[in-house]
């Protein structure tokens, strides 16, 4: 093993029992979701969530019981499969139900016992129908199982071939890598090797949001590599540029020179293409050792979980252990507004690629002896995600056997158009559209039939449902059909759309193609389309279904059960009551008046106020006003001020507080308004002020007739007493001033993390300013700054290029002492001490690849403004057990926790005893310290 490779502990593999199935035969599972939820249920038994995982602590997978016999499934909710639940808890407690259960291998629980069953299921190519995945740079073609599945041109096995490519043994999958046509040696991009990758042909028509469902996807695989390997575990779309995509896990045997090499696979990086990613893998050792993984072993079983949920947030887990997280918008180009895609699943056990130097080498063709990747399972989990309510949607199964409820917009031409169809009825035809009762999705016994004319002239058929609402997700699902007779499956789409009619701003759009319905299908299948409001709302919320063309060119679109809910997130931190003034008065608030004629507040119906001969604001209300409703504050002369003001709760410790509200200029103010937007510590507008922003800051105009968000913020530390107060204040009126207009107050209170600054706690200041050394004396005695870039230059550098561990940046300290028992020591006062607060030091200590005697030092919190005052509390480098030439930085921490009185300041201490001949440099890194108060 080369030196820059962690030592790996190979004693305790990590295991997860296959479970022992009974048989059952599936047709006794009554169709019900909720009985399927209760069998599930009644299977598996939960486990606490597991703590972070190190080379000393393994995560423990759930305990699974005796199950029924295993199914690979429908691939929906109402078309589940039977297998075992998720591992590790990953799920958070969600009601996941399994849909796609590919178990590989040929005991009786596997669903993918041979090749002929597996051909069933997966293809050997990507989803473009090119069988060199990555674009064709991979340096091994997928090697088909046989000619009757492979591309043109595709390698096959036994005829490009001269050992198996794709084995099932017991409880898994064993893929090989393999010279193609006898070759001795391969190279990426000079002579190809072939693989086993594959991919399921079975696909989600959406992700994340545009999916409407939360999803798991759960593998457990091993591997022995040879050089330059390429494996990953990843998904991306029908439509691909730079997203999305994401990557559970990647990794390849690189050879960066040095002896630095990834051969073995013990290092591997997981990341989206076209996300955000809140794990830094441009170093995959740093990447894995910040969520707490030092050790890897790829030859023993592991076990890797992508969560993607409908707020379009994802989790990527190894072992119960999440190693990334972040967001990402499942769209071609990942971007906001961009076409939604679906979703492939694909299995790449592979070899080199000819745009990464690092794996694009020449290799001895035996080097593929005795090497694999071994597929235990992978399944696919769906839920629900929210407790949406039901919205009333007319007629949304179309039982009145009319459009009731429904208006059309017809593109004209023969045939254009909707109708409501009888099933029953409609067997008495020739050729029945569809079975009965009505397939798949469908509900009840009528269905529309929606077409247009020509090739590009829509009809739509819509419904406006009501007034949109803020911070609300919507989720719209409609059963789309195809008949057993229809040649060309419809060209449509559903959408949500922000207006009273099919001709207002689409929301969120999905495409009937993603559900990939094929010609005579005879089935219903739901299309799903969400989207979430932010604060600020106006106008109506309608529901549409367009098609595109018909008649001689495409089929009619066959639309049944169409059906709308919502989810309104509750409300966190503090509630600011009747924030809207849609009570039509000032419940919740206090006004002090200046005084004088016209001064106070007032709430203006803004619906009403359209009869008046010069209504104020448009209607409805314009900008960022939510509602039909605002407030009016008015002072009095030119300098008397009025208040409005809401006590919203005690003050809370290390939180950030935001307040904004929607501030108005009507079309016949002629002075926009002067005041102030306040956060106050008190109970009242007298309090202490936080902070404010000031009206004026909009750049506001006379005549606006616009509403513009106003914020302003405070974040709070470690000691806060009494409660905290929203304000408005309005100074002058009446003949001088038009008074403020206020509408939709919004106050949100985030968590920060307790944290006190540490100057230059990283030292990439490239030296120890804000630290102060006192030497031991001696020669080489004291402290200094390292870069570790420049330190490459040396003939020993002390760590790779990348710091290593815990690290952070590119430059480290150092401290020596001299002799045996002489200490040199760096300390920083951060500050007066606080009461009642945990405070906790966390230093990277590093041992370098040459460091022979490993450092003896201490670090310290102490009561005083430097080295020599009291010491609260101390941890010993020792106990990291870190060896000689470790080339590692590991995290050392200390903690304290005050009591109701604390005197003089706080000083956090590194010293370390000894030093050159005896013992090596203290080497450390990336200082931090947290302060969380106690109660």
């Given at each position: 093993?080369?030196?820059?490779?962690?030592?790996?502990?190979?004693?305790?593999?990590?295991?997860?029992?296959?479970?022992?199935?009974?048989?059952?035969?599936?047709?006794?599972?009554?169709?019900?979701?909720?009985?399927?939820?209760?069998?599930?249920?009644?299977?598996?038994?939960?486990?606490?969530?597991?703590?972070?995982?190190?080379?000393?602590?393994?995560?423990?997978?759930?305990?699974?019981?005796?199950?029924?016999?295993?199914?690979?499934?429908?691939?929906?909710?109402?078309?589940?499969a039977?297998?075992?639940?998720?591992?590790y808890?990953?799920?958070?407690?969600?009601?996941?139900?399994l849909?796609?259960?590919?178990?590989?291998?040929?005991?009786g629980?596997?669903?993918?016992?041979?090749?002929?069953?597996?051909?069933?299921?997966?293809?050997?190519?990507?989803?473009?129908?090119?069988?060199?995945?990555?674009g064709?740079?991979?340096?091994?073609?997928?090697?088909?199982?046989?000619?009757?599945?492979?591309?043109?041109?595709?390698?096959?096995?036994?005829?490009?071939?001269?050992?198996?490519?794709?084995?099932?043994?017991?409880?898994?999958?064993?893929?090989?890598?393999?010279?193609?046509?006898?070759?001795?040696?391969?190279?990426?991009?000079?002579?190809?090797?072939?693989?086993?990758?594959?991919?399921?042909?079975?696909?989600?028509?959406?992700?994340?949001?545009?999916?409407?469902?939360?999803?798991?996807?759960?593998?457990?695989?091993?591997y022995?590599?040879?050089?330059?390997?390429?494996?990953?575990?990843?998904?991306?779309?029908?439509?691909?540029?730079?997203?999305?995509?994401?990557?559970t896990?990647?990794?390849?045997?690189?050879?960066?020179?040095?002896?630095?090499?990834?051969?073995?696979?013990?290092?591997?990086?997981?990341?989206?293409?076209?996300?955000?990613?809140?794990?830094?893998y441009?170093?995959?050792?740093?990447?894995?050792?910040?969520?707490?993984?030092?050790?890897?072993?790829?030859?023993?079983?592991?076990?890797?979980?992508?969560?993607?949920?409908?707020?379009?947030?994802?989790?990527?887990?190894?072992?119960?252990?999440?190693?990334?997280?972040?967001?990402?918008?499942?769209?071609?180009?990942?971007?906001?507004?961009?076409?939604?895609?679906?979703?492939?699943?694909?299995?790449?056990?592979?070899?080199?690629?000819?745009?990464?130097?690092?794996?694009n080498?020449?290799?001895?063709?035996?080097?593929?002896?005795?090497?694999?990747?071994?597929?235990?399972?992978?399944?696919?989990?769906?839920?629900?995600?929210?407790?949406?309510?039901?919205?009333?949607?007319?007629?949304?199964?179309?039982?009145?056997?009319?459009?009731?409820?429904?208006?059309?917009a017809?593109?004209?031409?023969?045939?254009?158009?909707?109708?409501?169809?009888?099933?029953?009825?409609?067997?008495?035809?020739?050729?029945?559209?569809?079975?009965?009762?009505?397939p798949?999705?469908?509900?009840?016994?009528?269905?529309?039939?929606?077409?247009?004319?020509?090739?590009?002239?829509?009809?739509?058929?819509?419904?406006?449902?009501?007034?949109?609402?803020?911070?609300?997700?919507?989720?719209?699902?409609?059963?789309?059909?195809?008949?057993?007779?229809?040649?060309?499956?419809?060209?449509?789409?559903l959408?949500?759309?922000?207006?009273?009619?099919?001709?207002?701003?689409?929301?969120?759009?999905?495409?009937?193609?993603?559900?990939?319905?094929?010609?005579?299908?005879?089935?219903?299948?739901?299309?799903?389309?969400?989207?979430?409001?932010?604060?600020?709302?106006?106008?109506?919320?309608?529901?549409?279904?367009?098609?595109?063309?018909?008649?001689?060119?495409?089929?009619?679109l066959?639309?049944?059960?169409?059906?709308?809910?919502?989810?309104?997130?509750?409300?966190?931190?503090?509630?600011?009551t009747?924030?809207?003034?849609?009570?039509?008065?000032?419940?919740?608030?206090?006004?002090?008046?200046?005084?004088?004629?016209?001064?106070?507040?007032?709430?203006?119906?803004?619906?009403?106020?359209?009869?008046?001969?010069?209504?104020?604001?448009?209607?409805?209300?314009?900008?960022?006003?939510?509602?039909?409703?605002?407030?009016?504050?008015?002072?009095?002369g030119?300098?008397?001020?009025?208040?409005?003001?809401?006590?919203?709760?005690?003050?809370?410790p290390?939180?950030?507080?935001?307040?904004?509200?929607?501030?108005?200029?009507?079309?016949?103010?002629?002075?926009?308004?002067?005041?102030?937007?306040?956060?106050?510590?008190?109970?009242?507008?007298?309090?202490?002020?936080?902070?404010?922003?000031?009206?004026?800051?909009?750049?506001m105009?006379?005549?606006?007739?616009?509403?513009?968000?106003?914020?302003?913020?405070?974040?709070?530390?470690?000691?806060?007493?009494?409660?905290?107060?929203?304000?408005?204040?309005?100074?002058?009126?009446?003949?001088?001033?038009?008074?403020?207009?206020?509408?939709?107050?919004?106050?949100?209170a985030?968590?920060?993390?307790?944290?006190?600054?540490?100057?230059?706690?990283?030292f990439?200041n490239?030296?120890?300013?804000?630290?102060?050394?006192?030497?031991?004396?001696?020669?080489?005695s004291?402290?200094g700054?390292?870069?570790?870039?420049?330190?490459?230059?040396?003939?020993?550098?002390?760590?790779?290029?990348?710091?290593?561990?815990?690290?952070?940046?590119?430059?480290?300290?150092?401290?020596?002492?001299?002799?045996?028992d002489?200490?040199?020591?760096?300390?920083?006062?951060?500050?007066?001490?606080?009461?009642?607060?945990?405070?906790?030091?966390?230093?990277?200590?590093?041992?370098?690849?040459?460091?022979?005697?490993?450092?003896?030092?201490?670090?310290s919190?102490?009561?005083?403004?430097?080295?020599?005052?009291?010491?609260?509390?101390?941890?010993?480098?020792s106990?990291?057990g870190?060896?000689?030439?470790?080339?590692?930085?590991?995290?050392?921490?200390?903690?304290y926790?005050?009591?109701?009185?604390?005197?003089?300041?706080?000083?956090?201490?590194?010293?370390?005893?000894?030093?050159?001949?005896?013992?090596?440099?203290?080497?450390?890194?990336?200082?931090?310290?947290?302060?969380?108060?106690?109660?």
């Amino acid at each position: 093993m080369n030196e820059h490779v962690l030592e790996l502990d190979r004693a305790t593999p990590i295991v997860c029992p296959k479970v022992i199935y009974q048989a059952f035969q599936r047709r006794h599972i009554m169709a019900s979701r909720m009985r399927w939820k209760k069998i599930i249920g009644s299977l598996f038994r939960s486990s606490s969530r597991p703590s972070r995982y190190n080379s000393q602590s393994l995560i423990e997978p759930l305990e699974p019981r005796v199950l029924l016999s295993a199914t690979i499934g429908g691939g929906a909710i109402n078309d589940p499969a039977l297998g075992a639940a998720p591992l590790y808890n990953v799920g958070e407690g969600q009601d996941f139900v399994l849909v796609k259960n590919w178990d590989f291998g040929t005991t009786g629980d596997s669903t993918i016992t041979d090749q002929a069953v597996m051909n069933n299921h997966f293809m050997y190519h990507d989803q473009f129908g090119v069988y060199n995945n990555g674009g064709g740079n991979y340096g091994a073609n997928i090697v088909a199982p046989d000619a009757a599945h492979a591309l043109s041109g595709q390698p096959v096995e036994g005829v490009n071939t001269s050992g198996p490519v794709r084995e099932f043994n017991g409880d898994a999958l064993r893929t090989y890598l393999v010279p193609l046509d006898d070759a001795t040696q391969v190279h990426p991009t000079y002579e190809k090797a072939g693989s086993g990758s594959f991919q399921a042909t079975w696909t989600l028509p959406n992700g994340g949001s545009r999916l409407g469902q939360n999803m798991l996807w759960e593998t457990r695989v091993r591997y022995v590599t040879p050089p330059y390997f390429w494996f990953a575990i990843w998904t991306c779309g029908n439509k691909w540029s730079q997203g999305a995509e994401i990557d559970t896990v990647e990794s390849f045997g690189y050879d960066n020179g040095g002896g630095y090499t990834n051969f073995d696979g013990d290092y591997w990086h997981a990341d989206s293409v076209g996300g955000t990613d809140e794990t830094d893998y441009s170093s995959w050792a740093n990447g894995m050792a910040s969520n707490g993984i030092t050790n890897y072993d790829a030859t023993q079983w592991h076990t890797w979980s992508l969560l993607y949920r409908t707020d379009d947030s994802f989790s990527i887990y190894v072992d119960g252990i999440e190693v990334q997280s972040g967001d990402i918008d499942w769209t071609y180009k990942a971007t906001a507004d961009g076409e939604p895609i679906n979703m492939s699943f694909i299995f790449d056990g592979s070899w080199g690629h000819s745009g990464v130097d690092s794996v694009n080498h020449w290799l001895d063709a035996s080097a593929f002896d005795d090497v694999y990747y071994d597929w235990d399972y992978s399944r696919v989990y769906l839920a629900d995600d929210i407790p949406a309510t039901p919205v009333d949607v007319t007629n949304a199964s179309f039982e009145t056997g009319d459009l009731t409820g429904w208006t059309v917009a017809s593109s004209g031409g023969y045939g254009s158009g909707v109708n409501v169809v009888d099933n029953i009825a409609n067997q008495q035809n020739q050729y029945p559209t569809f079975s009965d009762p009505l397939p798949g999705d469908a509900d009840g016994d009528f269905y529309a039939s929606l077409r247009g004319y020509g090739t590009d002239q829509s009809t739509y058929i819509y419904q406006n449902i009501g007034q949109l609402k803020a911070n609300t997700t919507y989720i719209l699902k409609a059963a789309i059909g195809v008949g057993r007779y229809d040649t060309n499956p419809p060209e449509a789409h559903l959408s949500l759309i922000n207006g009273t009619d099919h001709t207002g701003t689409v929301l969120a759009t999905a495409d009937v193609s993603t559900l990939g319905l094929n010609q005579y299908a005879n089935d219903f299948e739901d299309l799903v389309v969400t989207f979430k409001t932010g604060d600020t709302v106006s106008g109506d919320l309608s529901i549409a279904i367009e098609t595109v063309g018909g008649y001689s060119s495409i089929s009619a679109l066959r639309m049944d059960n169409v059906r709308l809910s919502e989810y309104t997130e509750p409300a966190t931190g503090p509630i600011v009551t009747n924030a809207d003034f849609e009570e039509g008065d000032l419940t919740g608030w206090t006004v002090t008046a200046s005084g004088g004629w016209g001064s106070g507040a007032s709430v203006t119906d803004n619906v009403a106020n359209q009869q008046a001969q010069y209504p104020v604001f448009s209607d409805p209300l314009p900008g960022t006003a939510s509602g039909q409703y605002y407030a009016s504050l008015r002072g009095y002369g030119a300098d008397l001020a009025s208040f409005m003001y809401q006590d919203v709760g005690e003050l809370q410790p290390y939180t950030e507080y935001t307040l904004t509200a929607a501030i108005g200029v009507g079309r016949y103010d002629f002075n926009p308004p002067q005041g102030t937007l306040y956060l106050i510590n008190g109970s009242d507008e007298t309090g202490t002020v936080l902070a404010s922003a000031d009206f004026s800051s909009l750049g506001m105009t006379q005549y606006a007739n616009n509403f513009m968000d106003l914020d302003v913020t405070f974040t709070t530390d470690a000691i806060v007493t009494g409660d905290l107060t929203i304000a408005f204040e309005t100074i002058g009126g009446y003949t001088s001033i038009s008074p403020v207009r206020l509408d939709h107050v919004r106050l949100t209170a985030v968590e920060v993390e307790p944290q006190q600054a540490v100057v230059n706690g990283d030292f990439e200041n490239g030296d120890t300013t804000g630290w102060t050394t006192v030497s031991s004396g001696g020669w080489g005695s004291g402290s200094g700054v390292i870069d570790n870039v420049a330190d490459q230059q040396n003939q020993y550098p002390s760590f790779d290029p990348l710091l290593p561990g815990t690290a952070s940046g590119s430059h480290y300290a150092t401290l020596r002492g001299y002799g045996a028992d002489q200490s040199s020591f760096l300390y920083q006062n951060v500050g007066g001490l606080l009461a009642n607060t945990t405070y906790t030091l966390t230093v990277a200590i590093g041992v370098g690849r040459f460091d022979y005697n490993p450092p003896n030092g201490v670090i310290s919190l102490v009561n005083g403004n430097n080295q020599n005052g009291s010491i609260l509390a101390s941890s010993q480098i020792s106990s990291l057990g870190m060896g000689q030439y470790a080339h590692n930085f590991m995290d050392l921490t200390v903690s304290y926790t005050t009591g109701s009185s604390v005197i003089d300041d706080l000083t956090i201490v590194i010293e370390t005893v000894g030093g050159y001949s005896s013992i090596n440099t203290l080497r450390f890194d990336n200082v931090r310290l947290t302060l969380t108060p106690v109660a």
